[in-house]
């Protein structure tokens, strides 16, 4: 089945450092969501973004799905940014979904 | 505006004991319906998901069933819970292949 990987697994910043965070998958996708996880457990949408670039405050994603790769990109982070962050694809051809094994980012004041 | 409903929120159980998480949304009809499992410090492991009433698929075997009894209902269930089925449990929905959207999630702690 198709393999989801996100690199780095951890990242620690100082508050208002700029990071990338990036999103490998090992076959065609029909969709591509970013989400981030706070530490409550709540999912919270960030982008939708089968193909392209969007930008949305101080975040935006790319997704280049001829090579399989996305990037969240985080500006000037905040300490309200630290959570898990998961990328996940939906399956070509089928409603399935398969998530990312997650980056953990931890912003210190 | 579309909602997603899980209960309970947290739940402690012993082994051997059976189990029903319940999952409805609202605000729209005919959606995908999923069930996710998060083991601690995990990701998000698919477990079953619907794309209509009755209609279930099931992604891992294991001591766990789902069904959809109604359009925008959602169960997860067990006969008899075991030890490794304790984690967060989070469902979703989606309008089709598209993007999908989380409830808050039920804690399943199994004693």
């Known amino acids: 089945g198709i393999q989801v990987e996100q690199s780095p697994p951890d990242l620690i910043l100082q508050e208002g450092a700029n990071s990338t965070l990036r999103c490998n998958f090992s076959?065609?996708?029909?969709?591509l969501q970013w989400f981030h996880q706070n530490p409550w457990g709540q999912l919270i949408n960030l982008f939708y973004?089968?193909?392209g670039t969007k930008q949305n405050g101080r975040l935006s994603a790319t997704t280049v799905a001829t090579e399989r790769y996305s990037l969240l990109y985080i500006s000037s982070s905040q300490t309200t940014d630290s959570g898990v962050y998961f990328c996940?694809?939906?399956?070509?051809?089928?409603?399935?979904?398969?998530f990312g094994t997650g980056t953990r980012l931890k912003v210190l004041a | 505006s579309q909602t997603i409903h899980q209960w309970p929120a947290t739940l402690v159980q012993p082994v051997g004991s059976p189990l029903s998480l319940e999952c409805t949304v609202e605000?729209?009809?005919?959606?995908?319906l999923y069930w996710y499992r998060q083991a601690a410090g995990r990701g998000l492991q698919l477990l079953f998901y619907?794309?209509?009433?009755?209609?279930i698929s099931s992604e891992v075997p294991q001591n766990l069933s789902a069904s959809r009894p109604q359009d925008r209902q959602f169960i997860l269930s067990s006969k008899k819970l075991l030890l490794s089925d304790s984690g967060f449990y989070l469902c979703?929905?989606?309008?089709?292949?598209?993007?999908?959207?989380f409830g808050p999630g039920t804690r399943l702690t199994v004693t």
């Open positions: 979703a929905w989606s309008p089709s292949t598209s993007e999908q959207y």
């Open positions: 619907s794309v209509g009433i009755g209609q």
């Open positions: 996940a694809v939906g399956v070509s051809g089928t409603y399935k979904y398969i």
């Open positions: 973004i089968p193909s």
């Open positions: 605000g729209t009809s005919n959606p995908n």
């Open positions: 076959d065609s996708v029909n969709n």
